[in-house]
């Protein structure tokens, strides 16, 4: 029987509690079970595995990005969204480092995270709508890496030198947009 108030949402909750106090070490389901109060075989009553586990606490970090990224977004299209994107993108990474280094790289193998990655697509396809094929491809991939690269940089304490980094972001916002 499964114990009342654990469920496969409150062991997300738990194991991002766990990210978040542990500054992202790899989650166990012995750390998110002593979380919860019990013995890590009370989880699979809940989830299957630790693989199912990570799967559903990535599918909640992107729809939690996605979530950020949306509001940002809102109805905006091309370049306005595009800017929108890319300073949603690099606060969530700040504001949640933790959270952010647990992001799957690619949302697949999972159908919550598959369903979650979609939905974040949907919405920096936004940014590149005045394009098509292979140029979307290439511009939402361009958006990605500049938005990741900066805010894992950022969040990692890799800019040590004088100047504002907000400046910084702005100004290549201003030059990957312009582009």
Do not use: N
């Not at 990535?58 to 306005?80: K, P, S, Y």
């Amino acid at each position: 029987m499964p114990r009342a108030g654990l469920s496969p949402a409150a062991l997300v909750d738990l194991a991002l509690a766990e990210l978040d106090a542990t500054g992202g070490a790899p989650l166990s389901l012995g750390a998110v079970a002593a979380r919860a109060g019990v013995k890590p075989p009370s989880l699979y009553k809940h989830v299957a595995g630790l693989p199912e586990l990570e799967a559903l606490v990535g599918a909640r970090i992107t729809d939690d990005l996605g979530a950020a990224i949306g509001e940002a977004v809102g109805e905006t299209t091309g370049a306005d969204a595009a800017r929108a994107f890319l300073h949603a993108y690099r606060s969530f990474a700040v504001r949640h480092p933790a959270r952010y280094r647990a992001l799957p790289a690619r949302p697949v193998g999972h159908p919550a995270l598959e369903a979650a990655g979609t939905r974040v697509m949907a919405i920096a396809e936004r940014a590149v709508d005045h394009l098509d094929g292979d140029d979307a491809v290439h511009a939402l991939r361009g958006l990605r890496a500049v938005a990741h690269g900066f805010a894992t940089l950022e969040a990692a304490g890799g800019f040590g030198l004088p100047a504002e980094v907000d400046a910084s972001f702005d100004r290549l916002v201003d030059r990957v947009v312009g582009a």
